[in-house]
């Protein structure tokens, strides 16, 4: 159901525009999953078109990728850090999903070769705790509305080919650039204020496997208050339900696996217990 919900107002969003000129074909969906599967560079979705061509193909990217990565499981706001937007030109984030498929526990080890255009990144997971979320309107009734966070080192794969357009269209008609990720223990929400006033000012660090500090920002560094890539999200029509996984987006800029010299990981310092999460690249 979550993603049948998701899909339709993806096309109702598609609908409520002139046309869909952009939207990619059947042969350009199947030679992106291939390429995809195989880690090889490919070319961009949707590259001429609007933001709605973009949701177009999504909407096909990921019926057509479920079978390999299992179902929807949650959804991902991207760009949401000025760095992140810097990089790619956005003036505001974008939307993905995350497969069931693509979670790794803490500790997983990776080809350092996990896509065509491999990068990391320290984020966050919101679980969603009740559906009364959708009525919220600010971070506090976000969270009031939050099982538990999971800290989260996403593994995207930006999968382009060297000259092709990297844009927010074409992160969005590539559903965000999904590719996997590593998800630290459950932190329970049991004092909803105290949480919300902990995402604000906590320090999130990303590190090599030496120890070496590749970026460290704020919890506000994303959109203010990580729990506002929930409110955007759902700005965008999309309706949460209980257990529905929210990737709050990047706490900096996105890192080659070069870059971890053989891992990562991301601690959250100022969350209950100081968390971290940790990946291995092979």
Known sequence: MRRKTYLFILCAVILGSQAAAECASDAQIDQYVQDYLNNTPTVALSAGGSMQDALCTQTK????????????????AGLTSAPAQERFGASEPVQGVLFRDMMLDDGAR??????????????????????????????????ANIASIRPFIELPDLTLAKGEPISPVTLTAIGVAPKLGVLGSEIPVTDPEAMTHALADMTVTLSAAD?????????????????NAALWLMSK??????????????????????????????????????????????
Not at 64 to 72: Q, S, T, W
Not at 211 to 227: F, T
Not at 240 to 261: H, R, T
């Open 110 to 143: 990776v080809p350092i070769t996990w896509g065509a255009r491999p990068v990391f990144e320290a984020d966050l997971v919101l679980v969603v705790g009740d559906d009364g979320i959708n009525q919220a309107t600010t971070p506090a009734e976000v969270i």
């Open 237 to 282: 029509g999309i309706k949460f339900q209980p257990g529905d996984l929210i990737s709050v987006g990047s706490f900096g800029p996105l890192m080659p696996p070069a870059k971890g010299k053989g891992g990562a990981s991301a601690t959250y310092s100022g969350l209950p217990g100081d968390p971290t999460v940790s990946v291995v690249f092979e």
């Open 61 to 76: 990217v990921i019926a057509a990728l479920e079978p390999h990565l299992g179902p929807v499981i949650g959804y991902k």
């Open 211 to 227: 120890g070496e500090v590749l970026a460290q920002a704020p919890g506000a560094a994303v959109l203010g208050h990580p729990a």
